[in-house]
């Protein structure tokens, strides 16, 4: 019996259930700081669970996704910080 065909599914719901929990915190956060965290929370596993999918369904596809998610994902916490440090994005 190969090992990815329990730690796969496992993984899958595993990283589902922590999007779950960092939405909650994403609505619940008592500040805007929590609520940033959280965000970047989401994006993390997003990305993870896309390259789970990639490693489960052997498609580059997901890879790709994987990468777009990181790319705007830190593009958007650094904005979002940003906006809170000072008030606005753009200089």
Not at 6 to 12: E, G, I, R, V
Not at 17 to 35: C, E, F, H, S, Y
Not at 72 to 87: D, E, P, Q, S, Y
Request: charged share 15%; hydrophobic share 55%.
């Amino acid at each position: 019996m190969n090992p990815l065909d329990w730690a796969l599914p496992a993984a899958t719901t595993l990283l589902i259930v922590a999007m779950g929990l960092t939405l909650i915190r994403l609505l619940k956060g008592p500040n805007a700081q929590d609520r940033i965290v959280a965000l970047d929370g989401m994006y993390l596993n997003g990305m993870l669970l896309m390259l789970v999918l990639s490693i489960r369904y052997t498609s580059a596809e997901y890879f790709e996704a994987a990468l777009l998610i990181a790319l705007f994902g830190c593009v958007g916490t650094t904005a979002m910080a940003k906006f809170l440090l000072r008030g606005e994005v753009i200089e």
